[in-house]
């Protein structure tokens, strides 16, 4: 797959670079950032994919995170795309609200018009992004995890349950944990998808958990969570999807933090876990 750079420079020893490539999936362009730690100048090195929240592109999870530090001690290739397809033709929220439309595709694939002409971003991530990087950069296939933010937690989790075998590591921060349930899923989904709930099912977190085959596919999942988040009872139910992997058996530490909220303080606090969870979860 061909890839266009729009920039690249230095950072801890390594490259932090932003890229841009035709999506075949989403039909339009789109742009995705990669971190290369300098570990990779020797060989091959385990690669983290991180989907980012509303409102947010390729850009927020390594301007904002501070991860590359502890990237590049770790040797770990950071992944981050952006959030929904983009460009002249790709529909948007008719009413201009920041939770649907462009900047949340959900990461799902669309069934229904207008949507299901770009809005495939499960396809994205799953199929396409994998290439673009793989083809491109030096990442082992072999090691690769999972993690996002909010939308893009729900995105990590459903995505990541679905395909045991492309991915080994898991986590998530304050993630969307039920779409059945959360009035910001509802919304998406019943645009996205159709009014027909039980197409919805795939695209949740808790019922993908509930009904996952394997339980020990993953080891333990790590999810962090601010108890001052103010979307934390009505929007992120995690309880719910705690309460899903006890019926399944999976392992998950859901890990509660009292003063901290749904923002980039947060995920910056913590990051250095999830890093650490994946390395050792990868083999590093």
């Keep these: 797959m061909t890839i266009e750079t729009l920039s ?14 035709t999506s075949t999936a989403n039909r339009c362009d789109m742009q995705f950032s990669v971190f290369v730690p300098p570990q990779a100048a020797k060989g091959k090195v385990p690669v983290l994919t991180f989907l980012s929240g509303l409102t947010c592109s390729e850009e927020n999870f390594m301007v904002k995170s501070g991860a590359q530090r502890v990237a590049a001690q770790l040797g770990l290739m950071l992944v ?14 008719p009413d201009g609200d920041y ?15 207008p949507w299901s002409r770009h809005y495939h971003m499960y396809d994205y991530v799953t199929k396409e992004l994998p290439g673009a990087v793989f083809d491109n950069f030096p990442g082992d296939p072999e090691r690769h ?39 910001w899923g509802r919304k998406a989904l019943g645009h996205y998808l159709g ?7 795939i695209y949740d977190a808790c019922e993908v958990a509930r009904n996952i085959s394997d339980a020990s596919v993953f080891g333990k999942i790590l999810i962090d969570q601010g108890a001052d988040d103010p979307y934390l009872a009505e929007q992120l139910r ?33 990051i250095e876990d999830h890093l650490k969870h994946h390395a050792a979860a990868l083999g590093v």
């Design 80 to 93: 981050s795309p952006d959030t929904s397809p983009r460009g002249d033709g790709v529909p948007d929220d």
């Design 195 to 201: 009014s027909d709930t039980s197409t919805w099912q």
């Design 238 to 270: 995690p309880e719910l999807f705690r309460a899903a992997s006890v019926e399944s058996g999976l392992s998950v530490e859901l890990r509660m933090h009292e003063g901290y909220d749904h923002g980039y303080y947060f995920i910056s606090t913590f």
């Design 99 to 113: 939770d649907f439309g462009l900047a949340a595709g959900f990461y799902l694939n669309a069934t229904e018009e």
């Design 145 to 183: 995890g999972l993690t996002g933010h909010s939308m893009g937690g729900h995105g990590a989790l459903t995505i990541g349950l679905r395909n045991p075998g492309q991915y080994r590591s898991l986590s998530a921060f304050a993630p969307i944990s039920t779409t059945l349930h959360s009035p």
């Design 8 to 21: 690249e420079t230095g950072c801890f020893g390594g490259r932090m670079g932003f890229y841009r490539h």
